[in-house]
């Protein structure tokens, strides 16, 4: 499912015309991204929770070339399913070896 797909569904079971389903659709997202951007972190009960994670820079290599080269520090936005999530995609019972928060 991609956004388009998205805002069809949520005009179609809504009743409501595309135009505002789109702007619920962006509405929602931007929210997230916009806290994101901020530092905060978004959580939907049951669905998933979106943050943002930082890694250290470190000495890589270019693996054409052998060269070593600087990767610099970043951050980026990682997403971790919720428990009702996993359960409803894997209903024969697996359950990841990592804990809920």
Do not use: W
């Not at 916009?34 to 250290?56: K, P, W």
């Amino acid at each position: 499912m991609n956004k388009s797909d998205l805002i069809m569904e949520l005009a179609s079971s809504n009743q409501i015309n595309l135009k505002e389903a789109e702007a619920v659709v962006d509405a929602f997202f931007n929210t997230i991204v916009d806290g994101l951007c901020r530092g905060e972190r978004a959580e939907i009960r049951g669905f998933g929770s979106f943050s943002v994670r930082s890694y250290h820079g470190y000495t890589g290599r270019n693996p054409k070339s052998g060269q070593a080269i600087e990767v610099k520090s970043k951050k980026m936005p990682v997403f971790k399913p919720g428990k009702l999530l996993r359960i409803l995609v894997n209903p024969n019972g697996y359950e990841p070896d990592f804990e809920e928060d």
